[in-house]
C-alpha cells in the first residue's frame, strides 16, 4: 500500500541539454520505504501530481534522486525551470511498480532496455547490486537516445561497465550521425538483433510506452522469451484529455456522497484520462496496469459492456486490497461511442 511523505529539495543539476537530476531530502530521515526499480508521485506546489523513477539506490536516510526530462510546456517541467529552488518542501506518496531486481536463475542472463530517462530505474538497479558487492550475472544494457549529447550517463557506465566485466554498456542513436561507430535505431530491435535466443534470459525495460509495448510483443515472440520474466514499468507524459477532432463522450462518476458528476471526455482516450483531468484518480504508471491506484467500481449495467480484462489487469486486480467483481483499472478501458454514459465511481 502506498502512503504519503514530505520531501525537501536538496538539490537541481542539469544532466546534458534535455534532462536534470532533482535531489529530495526526507523531513524524517527515514522517507518511504522504496526499491530500486519502483516510482513514485510528487505532487508540485501548484496541485499536480507528476510520477517518476528512483535514480538512486535506497539510502539509509530515504533520499531520493529522480531525472527528469524537461518538456517544452510541462507544468513539471516549467516548475523546475522556473520556480523549484532547494529549501522547498513537497509531498511524495508512493512507492509504486513492480519492475524490481529479480536474481537470475545461475543459467539465466539479464538484458536492460531503455529510452530517454528510463535509463534512471536501471541505473538504480545497477547501483544497488554494485553496492552490495559479490559476482554480477551476464548483463546487457540497452540504452536509447536519439543524439549522443542526450547520453548523459554515458561516462558513469562505461566506469561501471569497467569495473563489473560481465555488464555490458550498449547506447543505441535512433538518429545517429554520419561518424557514429555505436549501435544505431531503436534499442528493442538492437536486442533481438543480438540475441535471437532469450529462452534463458530475464529482461526489464524502462522508457517510452510504445518502446515497451514492442520489446514485450518482440523478445517473446521472435526470440523465446518467457513473458513471466519480461519485467516493466512505462510512463507516458502527461496529455491533455481531448485529442483534435476526436468525439466527446460523457463519462458518469460518482461521488462519496451518492451524487452524480458529468465528466467530458475523448473518444479514443482512456477512462483514466478523463478522471485524472477532473482530480478524481491518480494514474502514476502510464497505463501499464502496475500501480492499481486507478482502480474504481463500474456499474453493473455497464460492466458486461467492457472487453475482459487482460491477464496483467487481472493478476493486479487479485492482488489489491478487498477485491471486488465489479473493480476494473480505469487506465485499461479506452473509451468509445459506444461508452457514452459510462458509469463509474470509487471502489465500494
Same mark, same amino acid.
Given at each position: 500500500?502506498? *502512503?504519503?511523505?514530505?520531501?525537501?529539495?536538496?538539490?537541481?543539476?542539469?544532466?546534458?541539454?534535455?534532462a536534470l537530476r532533482l535531489s529530495l531530502r526526507a523531513d524524517d530521515g527515514r522517507?518511504?520505504?522504496?526499491?530500486?526499480?519502483?516510482?513514485?508521485?510528487?505532487?508540485?506546489?501548484?496541485?499536480?501530481?507528476?510520477?517518476?523513477?528512483?535514480?538512486?539506490?535506497?539510502?539509509?536516510?530515504?533520499?531520493?534522486?529522480?531525472?527528469?526530462?524537461?518538456?517544452?510546456?510541462?507544468?513539471?517541467?516549467?516548475?523546475?525551470?522556473?520556480?523549484?529552488?532547494?529549501?522547498?518542501?513537497?509531498?511524495? !506518496?508512493?512507492?509504486?511498480?513492480?519492475?524490481?531486481?529479480?536474481?537470475?536463475?545461475?543459467?539465466?542472463?539479464?538484458?536492460? @532496455?531503455?529510452?530517454?530517462?528510463?535509463?534512471?530505474?536501471?541505473?538504480?538497479?545497477?547501483?544497488?547490486?554494485?553496492?552490495?558487492?559479490? *559476482?554480477?550475472?551476464?548483463?546487457?544494457?540497452?540504452?536509447? !537516445?536519439?543524439?549522443?549529447?542526450?547520453?548523459?550517463?554515458?561516462?558513469?557506465?562505461?566506469?561501471?561497465?569497467?569495473?563489473?566485466?560481465?555488464?555490458?554498456?550498449?547506447?543505441?542513436?535512433?538518429?545517429?550521425?554520419?561518424?557514429?561507430?555505436?549501435?544505431?535505431?531503436?534499442?528493442?530491435?538492437?536486442?533481438?538483433?543480438?540475441?535471437?535466443?532469450?529462452?534463458?534470459?530475464?529482461?526489464?525495460?524502462?522508457?517510452?510506452?510504445?518502446?515497451?509495448?514492442?520489446?514485450?510483443?518482440?523478445?517473446?515472440?521472435?526470440?523465446?522469451?518467457?513473458?513471466?520474466r519480461f519485467h516493466a514499468d512505462a510512463f507516458a507524459p502527461?496529455?491533455?484529455?481531448?485529442?483534435?477532432?476526436?468525439?466527446?463522450?460523457?463519462?458518469?462518476?460518482?461521488?462519496?456522497?451518492?451524487?452524480?458528476?458529468?465528466?467530458?471526455?475523448?473518444?479514443?482516450?482512456?477512462?483514466?484520462?478523463?478522471?485524472?483531468?477532473?482530480?478524481?484518480?491518480?494514474?502514476?504508471?502510464?497505463?501499464?496496469?502496475?500501480?492499481?491506484?486507478?482502480?474504481?467500481?463500474?456499474?453493473?449495467?455497464?460492466?458486461?459492456?467492457?472487453?475482459?480484462?487482460?491477464?496483467?489487469?487481472?493478476?493486479?486486480?487479485?492482488? @489489491?486490497?478487498?477485491?471486488?467483481?465489479?473493480?476494473?483499472?480505469?487506465?485499461?478501458?479506452?473509451?468509445?461511442?459506444?461508452?457514452?454514459?459510462?458509469?463509474?465511481?470509487?471502489?465500494?
Open positions: 500500500m502506498s *502512503d504519503h511523505y514530505f520531501y525537501t529539495v536538496s538539490d537541481i543539476q542539469p544532466l546534458g541539454p534535455q522517507g518511504m520505504p522504496i526499491r530500486a526499480g519502483q516510482f513514485f508521485s510528487l505532487r508540485l506546489p501548484d496541485g499536480a501530481e507528476r510520477s517518476y523513477s528512483l535514480a538512486c539506490a535506497p539510502r539509509a536516510d530515504g533520499g531520493l534522486e529522480a531525472q527528469i526530462r524537461l518538456r517544452d510546456g510541462g507544468r513539471c517541467s516549467e516548475w523546475l525551470r522556473r520556480e523549484a529552488l532547494p529549501g522547498q518542501r513537497l509531498r511524495l !506518496t508512493g512507492p509504486y511498480g513492480d519492475c524490481v531486481w529479480q536474481p537470475p536463475a545461475p543459467e539465466e542472463r539479464v538484458l536492460m @532496455l531503455a529510452t530517454g530517462t528510463g535509463i534512471a530505474p536501471l541505473y538504480a538497479m545497477l547501483a544497488e547490486l554494485d553496492a552490495g558487492g559479490g *559476482d554480477w550475472p551476464e548483463i546487457d544494457l540497452y540504452w536509447g !537516445t536519439d543524439r549522443p549529447e542526450a547520453l548523459y550517463l554515458e561516462k558513469e557506465l562505461a566506469a561501471l561497465a569497467a569495473r563489473r566485466p560481465t555488464l555490458r554498456f550498449i547506447p543505441v542513436l535512433a538518429a545517429a550521425p554520419a561518424d557514429w561507430v555505436g549501435e544505431r535505431g531503436r534499442v528493442q530491435h538492437a536486442a533481438a538483433d543480438r540475441h535471437p535466443d532469450l529462452s534463458r534470459a530475464r529482461v526489464y525495460a524502462c522508457g517510452a510506452p510504445a518502446m515497451v509495448d514492442e520489446a514485450r510483443r518482440l523478445l517473446t515472440e521472435s526470440c523465446g522469451l518467457p513473458e513471466a502527461a496529455q491533455p484529455i481531448a485529442a483534435s477532432g476526436a468525439e466527446t463522450l460523457a463519462i458518469r462518476w460518482r461521488r462519496e456522497d451518492g451524487q452524480w458528476l458529468a465528466l467530458p471526455a475523448a473518444a479514443g482516450s482512456r477512462l483514466a484520462d478523463a478522471l485524472a483531468a477532473a482530480g478524481l484518480v491518480l494514474p502514476v504508471c502510464g497505463g501499464q496496469a502496475a500501480c492499481g491506484v486507478c482502480r474504481v467500481a463500474i456499474a453493473p449495467d455497464w460492466l458486461e459492456r467492457l472487453p475482459e480484462p487482460a491477464r496483467r489487469e487481472q493478476r493486479l486486480l487479485a492482488a @489489491l486490497d478487498a477485491p471486488h467483481p465489479r473493480h476494473r483499472l480505469a487506465c485499461q478501458i479506452t473509451l468509445h461511442p459506444g461508452l457514452n454514459g459510462l458509469q463509474a465511481g470509487i471502489r465500494p
